[in-house]
């Protein structure tokens, strides 16, 4: 399981989202370009110590992200708000990659077609969405929850 981010603008997210993946034992992939230098004083505040434990592989383009996805032949996973499946009826693979898009544009059409499977988590009506790191952390935590438990809880039969 891996968190790709297609060109992050905002380095705070970007930084939270890689100590979430140390945290978690997942890889991750940053898309560029990304609207701040890696040596951004706030991406380093919100990546803390954190970022010398995360595996983190930068993509000079989508195209060569693209490139290497296909080669390894791992599944796309694309978090928007303009999905119409919910990202808690999905049902998750080890291989897969969570996409998540520039905080201030989403991603490119191009992006949209590559995704093997669009997913939306669901919010309040006249709400636009979540933090894109909060999003990562939600979806992250339900695609887990299913690797390591595929069959849902255990039955711990009738209580006396």
């Avoid at 499946?85 to 291989?95: A, L």
Wanted: with cysteine; aromatic share 8%; hydrophobic share 40%.
């Amino acid at each position: 399981m891996q968190i790709a981010l297609f060109q992050p603008d905002i380095p705070q997210n970007t930084g939270t989202i890689l100590r979430l993946c140390a945290c978690l034992g997942m890889a991750a992939h940053i898309i560029e370009p990304a609207g701040f230098p890696v040596s951004d004083r706030h991406f380093r505040r919100a990546g803390m110590d954190y970022l010398d434990h995360v595996s983190i592989t930068r993509h000079d383009s989508w195209t060569k992200f693209e490139d290497w996805r296909a080669a390894q032949g791992y599944r796309l996973l694309l978090f928007t708000t303009k999905a119409a499946s919910d990202y808690r009826d999905f049902h998750y693979q080890t291989s897969d990659i969570l996409l998540f898009g520039r905080e201030s544009a989403g991603v490119t059409d191009a992006v949209v077609e590559a995704a093997d499977a669009r997913l939306v988590i669901p919010v309040m009506p006249g709400l636009r969405s979540l933090n894109v790191a909060m999003s990562a952390a939600m979806a992250a935590g339900e695609a887990l929850r299913q690797i390591r438990n595929p069959s849902g809880p255990p039955d711990c039969g009738p209580q006396d």
